[in-house]
């Protein structure tokens, strides 16, 4: 891993920055970010601490829920935006994520002395931010990190609206128009699983999903059960590429 110590001196971290340190790769020196221009295998990481992030955020608006507490990751206050990858995240609630996650990091979280943060002042808000390293990935770079919650963005191709509802129709109790009416305006945990959002009109498109991404939010929500959702990648057309990403993420559904 490239010398992480700059970040040793950072009491907050966006999710893209702490998927690139647990993965034990540079961390990409933006404030935003789009998933294919993290590595591949910081990827998988983001996504799964987006679901966490909905969890907990799910949590919030439902407390009476009964979602799976040690997952949740909870965000500082947001700049306005809502949305997981413009807020930031305290250290300690990141050490205790990797903890309860039983997940192996390339850096630990670990409480430090006290912070003396390097002032370098980002544009999108005014907190302080170590340097940055630059970014320079071997194309054959390994991580020792487990196998992923959802596949790489390099696998098979994301799934649209229409493909979604139909493949999980049944699942939450919700039939096809349920589904497409619930993507078309997606709650936390939902759009924490979306590729791209969709556009109205002439010339329209489709959004466009993370299959895996979807099914492992709803086991761990307790909306369903892995044997449920797995009879679905193995039957439904378009979810069968995605099925190897989902039986090595439960091996039990194999």
């Known amino acids: 891993m490239d010398d992480s110590s700059p970040w040793d001196w950072a009491d907050t971290f966006r999710l893209h920055e702490a998927a690139c340190l647990i993965a034990g790769v540079p961390v990409v020196p933006k404030v935003t970010i789009d ?9 998988p990481i983001l996504k799964q ?11 919030r608006k439902s407390p009476e829920a009964s979602f799976p507490k040690e997952r949740m990751l909870q965000s500082l206050p947001s700049d306005g935006t809502g949305h997981c990858l413009s807020t ?6 990141l050490h205790r994520w990797v903890r309860e996650m039983g997940r192996k990091s390339a850096y630990s979280f670990e409480p430090v002395g006290t912070v003396a943060l390097v002032p370098v002042v980002d544009s999108h808000s005014a907190r302080q931010v170590p340097p940055a390293p630059a970014v320079v990935v071997a194309s054959n770079q390994t991580t020792t990190t487990p196998a992923p919650v959802v596949a790489a963005s390099d696998g098979p191709a994301p799934m649209t609206r229409s493909e979604i509802a139909s493949c999980f129709a049944g699942l939450r ?35 466009t999903w993370w299959p895996v991404c979807i099914a492992a939010a709803m086991v761990e929500r307790r ?7 797995s009879a679905r990648f193995k039957a439904m057309g378009p979810l069968k590429p995605w099925r190897d990403a989902w039986e090595n993420n439960y091996p039990e559904a194999a």
């Open 35 to 43: 998933l294919d221009e993290l590595p591949a295998c910081a990827r």
């Open 49 to 59: 601490l987006m679901i966490s992030w909905a969890i907990g955020a799910q949590h």
């Open 88 to 93: 930031m995240f305290a250290r300690h609630e």
């Open 173 to 207: 109790d919700w039939d096809v128009e349920r589904w497409k009416k619930a993507l078309s305006s997606p709650d936390d945990w939902l759009q924490a699983c979306q590729q791209r959002k969709g556009t109205r009109g002439r010339g329209g498109y489709e959004s």
């Open 223 to 229: 909306d369903t059960t892995v044997k449920l959702v």
